[in-house]
């Protein structure tokens, strides 16, 4: 979990379990598994087990709190070390010890909670590399009728990811947003952003980071700005400054 998260274009992270398979080629050099390995978590592949995170509900509540007190609506990106819409997998505890319920009795838990109106300060970012499992795994009534605090995203990072995950998203109805991290190409949303909501877009950081071209970023920018759809330019690599006429973080 993590309150006033690191992560520029979110409030907070929370993750109900830790740990996920690699999907496509944007997953090659991920943070999260790194991490996991380094603070000896076993639980990357597909025949691993996750772990669950015991605080993930009452941490909710906390940003709930704190949201309301400031009169605002804070988000949450779920989840920084997971993803949410993976299909159902074997939890453990933090003794390494199985436990009976799978990671979707948790995630309908936590659907159950916002369908119950618990966190109405808080806009929920379910993003995923697994669009197609989305209507699987929400409630029936979220298929014709989404909650006004939740947006469904996913990551393309090129344009044949780009083409297979947003048709995928665009079949699920609600707010939808591209987390285009990290972008290993230049991509053409111009197809598909009349249906978006939201754009992030950067490239990618570590010692194994893959080069980002900035022609990338203003071509994306200015496909946004034509379509009018708000873009977030989140990093070149962490290393390099952003230039002043790409420094744009907007919001939905």
């Not at 299909?87 to 799978?102: D, G, H, R």
């Not at 947003?177 to 992030?200: A, C, G, M, T, Y």
Request: aromatic share 12%; with cysteine.
């Amino acid at each position: 979990m993590a309150q006033n998260s690191k992560i520029e274009w979110t409030h907070h992270t929370a993750n109900i379990w830790w740990g996920c398979t690699k999907v496509h080629e944007g997953c090659d050099n991920c943070y999260a598994e790194s991490l996991a390995k380094r603070w000896g978590d076993d639980v990357w592949g597909n025949e691993k087990p996750r772990r669950l995170i015991k605080g993930f509900f009452q941490d909710l509540n906390n940003y709930q709190a704190f949201a309301k007190k400031a009169g605002e609506v804070h988000r949450v990106f779920v989840g920084s070390m997971m993803d949410i819409f993976e299909k159902p997998m074997p939890l453990i505890n933090s003794n390494n010890e199985p436990l009976k319920e799978s990671s979707d009795f948790h995630r309908q838990h936590f659907f159950q909670n916002i369908s119950d109106g618990m966190y109405p300060n808080l806009l929920f970012l379910l993003l995923t590399k697994r669009p197609s499992n989305i209507i699987k795994y929400i409630p029936d009534q979220w298929k014709e009728s989404p909650p006004v605090n939740v947006m469904f995203g996913t990551s393309p990072v090129n344009q044949a990811t780009a083409y297979t995950l947003i048709n995928q998203l665009l079949k699920v109805k609600g707010k939808r947003f591209l987390s285009v991290e990290p972008q290993l190409d230049s991509i053409n949303l111009v197809h598909w952003l009349p249906k978006i909501d939201w754009v992030i877009q950067g490239g990618e950081s570590g010692h194994h980071k893959r080069a980002f071209n900035l022609e990338w970023a203003y071509y994306l920018k200015e496909q946004c700005k034509a379509a009018n759809v708000p873009y977030f330019f989140k990093q070149i690599d962490k290393v390099k400054e952003i230039p002043s006429d790409l420094l744009i973080r907007e919001f939905p």
